[in-house]
């Protein structure tokens, strides 16, 4: 009786992870793109999240936004990763359970933007790194604070000088490009 | 919400818009075959380390509980009382680890093993089981074996005194290093096993 009662809800739980994993993959694959430099620790990455979004399932109380509570997660992990990454030695061995197929935008000026965009974001430091992955997705002010932990004025004084820093750095690389 | 009148706020914007297109064209899907061998490197190391529900296992422990209860009918029959417990014990271990092998063995039957998904819930089901065999049945029977090994040598000689102290050492040891083994293979080898389950259920 008691384990038919778990697989049920193991079978949901299962259930609700794909739908989760499913509605927010490319939000997280975003987010494995600003912290990791190679597609191997991108994957490593993305798995690695999705491990610790499985575990952490259980206590999502609903307390506060889906989407707050899987970038929350997903940040610590991503944070955690590339501070692992710095100190670990390199491995041969790794996981590739994940097959990226890119077909790049037809246009190739919104294609060097991009990359553009992610080397630009990939030289923040971590955190002001965190805060503008989080203001690019398009989160609110209260959200980041509620994600990073900051003042909801910190983080909008954070925002304007991480902006202003960006826009420098994509006007630099544009004109570099030129 | 964002600010959208500040300066710059339409070049933001087009960042904004820009990061968004960064995922729109890219697909992914699971390489099954490099998943697959990368579990099986992790497989073959569990079964090394453990043998859950494998039939070298299975016929070791039905050796041991085949050897420890003859030498137990072999007390009884010679009347030796400060022996019987110590072989009790022996056998009683035996047959723990036959009957927890033999089960896993018996369910591993159950899955297909010739498809991904089922392959994985087999070894996830080993692994699982595994982690509650040591977690709860094995810091149960430590204590009653240890109880019983003293109280089946607390007449012999000297000798057997050293040797039992001996023997709790080495035992307190390899719980320790049990430990260390539940949560530096057993715990991430489940936790891959459900990541990768779910992703194949996810394509």
Not at chain 2, 21 to 48: G, P, V, W
Not at chain 2, 103 to 132: A, G, P
Not at chain 2, 175 to 190: D, H, T
Request: glycine share 4%.
């Amino acid at each position: 009786m008691t384990q038919t009662t778990d697989t049920k809800s193991t079978t949901g739980r299962e259930t609700e992870f794909v739908q989760l994993l499913n509605d927010n993959k490319a939000r997280i694959m975003r987010l494995c793109k600003a912290y990791t430099a190679s597609r191997e620790d991108r994957e490593d990455l993305f798995q690695e999240i999705a491990v610790q979004l499985w575990k952490a399932l259980p206590t999502y109380r609903g307390e506060a936004q889906i989407s707050t509570w899987l970038y929350r997660i997903a940040l610590n992990v991503a944070l955690r990763f590339s501070y692992d990454t710095k100190r670990r030695k390199p491995t041969s061995e790794r996981i590739s359970w994940i097959e990226e197929t890119t077909s790049h935008p037809e246009d190739d000026h919104t294609r060097e933007r991009i990359e553009q965009l992610q080397r630009c974001i990939a030289a923040l430091p971590e955190v002001d790194r965190s805060v503008m992955v989080l203001y690019l997705e398009e989160c609110s002010y209260k959200e980041i604070s509620e994600i990073t932990g900051l003042t909801e004025t910190n983080v909008g004084v954070k925002i304007s000088r991480i902006k202003d820093k960006l826009l420098g750095c994509m006007r630099k690389d544009e004109g570099g490009a030129v | 919400m964002q600010n959208s009148d500040a300066p710059g706020s339409k070049e933001i914007q087009d960042l904004q818009q820009l990061w968004q297109e960064s995922t729109t064209n890219e697909s992914f899907t699971i390489k099954e075959r490099a998943m697959m061998t990368h579990i099986n490197k992790e497989i073959s190391n569990f079964n090394l380390l453990f043998g859950t529900g494998q039939w070298g296992q299975i016929i070791l422990d039905s050796s041991l509980f085949c050897i420890f209860t003859l030498e137990l009918l072999e007390a009884i029959w010679h009347n030796k009382p400060d022996k019987i417990a110590f072989r009790l014990a022996f056998m009683l271990t035996a047959l723990s680890f036959l009957v927890f092998h033999g089960t896993v063995k018996f369910k591993m039957r159950t899955f297909n093993h010739n498809t991904s998904r089922e392959y994985l819930q087999m070894q996830l089901m080993r692994v699982k089981q595994e982690i509650n065999f040591r977690e709860k049945t094995t810091p149960l029977l430590s204590p009653v074996i240890f109880g019983l090994l003293i109280l089946g040598f607390w007449n012999d000689l000297p000798l057997w005194s050293i040797i039992l102290l001996v023997i709790l050492f080495i035992s307190l040891q390899i719980a320790n290093f049990s430990k260390k083994l539940i949560s530096k293979e057993l715990y991430p080898l489940r936790d891959k096993l459900q990541s990768a389950l779910q992703q194949l259920n996810e394509h």
